[in-house]
């Protein structure tokens, strides 16, 4: 599950932190980032949880109403929300059982909250349409979660407030693992039944590699890499530019360098969209320009070993 967009931004953070907190202490950095990547994968299980969670304040409101129905001799309310054949085999996913039970953090903690996603859930249309529908399928029942999930989970400023106060690790993980999530409710099929798999933390261990060695290469040989900078502009100054600016840069010139599978346009191109996110408006552009630059510097002077590719996207 945990990406090489994902590692970049932590990276990012981590370097900039490093840098920043007077305590350079690189093993201790290292394990800060690992652990901050694995604060990520548990954001993700917190979420898939989140639909468990509100299935089971459905089943606390279905059994109101049906208790009313019964007294006051009115029709019975539709189960087939409370019935959705994909949140009750999430529920009783052996993954995901396993990791709510090792976890201090539950929804129950956060109850008003989940009351009240799931009335903007009863009343969404999302929700009404599902429940007027013949459609009874699997199929079905995964979609209508995939549509909630996307309309009424993922863009949710109450719920970005709860996941801030539970951890600040997971301020700049949602978006991402949002799309995770998504990815999971997909894949789930019914005859895998309890053992259906849940994402891995990592893909294979090559990733786990890469957030390790990127790290250390940026901040073990900070002193080469702005020395790369200042050889390709010579009006260089550091003092003039967004620290974060060359902290970014630093990072893509050590992904060029030590990665020689990843394309040149591609390192440069997820470096310049980081620089949208963590740097001033005009750093983008500038990075890419500089980055480019440096780039053909160094295929020019045999550091780097790998042909430039196509010409990188304009920003």
């Keep these: 599950m945990i990406n090489r967009e994902l ?48 299935s089971k304040e459905a089943r606390k409101y279905y059994d109101v109403e049906v208790a009313k129905a019964n007294r006051e001799g009115l029709p019975l309310p539709s189960s087939k929300f409370v019935d959705n054949k994909f949140a009750t085999q999430l529920e009783e996913n052996k993954q995901l059982c396993d990791f ?34 013949d459609d009874c399928s699997y199929e079905a029942d995964r979609e209508v979660w995939r549509k909630l999930y996307k ?6 400023d109450e719920l970005d407030t709860v996941l801030e106060e539970k ?28 053992k259906q798999e849940l994402l891995p933390e990592y893909k294979d261990e090559d990733d786990k590699d890469f957030a390790r060695k990127l790290f250390r290469a940026t901040i073990l040989n900070a002193d080469q890499y702005q020395r790369y900078m200042s050889e390709t502009s010579r009006n260089w100054d550091f003092s003039r530019l967004a620290y974060m600016d ?26 310049v969209d980081l620089a949208k996110i963590y ?22 002077s045999g550091v780097l070993l790998k042909p430039m590719g196509e010409k990188t996207r304009k920003k």
Excluded: C
Excluded at 151 to 156: G, H, K, P, R
């Design 7 to 54: 590692i970049r931004i932590k990276i990012v953070q981590l370097t900039y932190a490093y840098y920043q907190n007077g305590n350079r202490n690189l093993d201790a950095a290292e394990k800060e980032l690992l652990f901050s990547l694995s604060k990520a994968y548990h954001l993700y299980h917190y979420l898939l949880a989140l639909i468990v969670a509100v």
């Design 100 to 133: 709510i039970a090792n976890q201090k953090q539950t929804w129950d903690d956060d109850v008003e909250f989940v009351r009240k996603l799931y009335s903007q859930i009863a009343q969404s249309r999302i929700y009404i349409d599902y429940i007027e529908s």
């Design 151 to 156: 309309s009424l989970i993922m863009d949710n």
């Design 167 to 194: 951890s600040l690790y997971w301020n700049d993980d949602k978006e991402i693992v949002d799309t995770f999530v998504l990815k999971t409710i997909k894949r789930f099929e019914p005859e895998n039944s309890v």
């Design 246 to 271: 060359v902290v970014i840069m630093q990072i893509a010139i050590a992904e060029m360098l030590n990665f020689p599978n990843i394309p040149i346009n591609v390192t440069i191109n997820e470096y």
């Design 279 to 300: 740097s001033t408006p005009k750093s983008s552009g500038y990075i890419n320009g500089m980055l480019d630059a440096i780039a053909r510097y160094l295929i020019s």
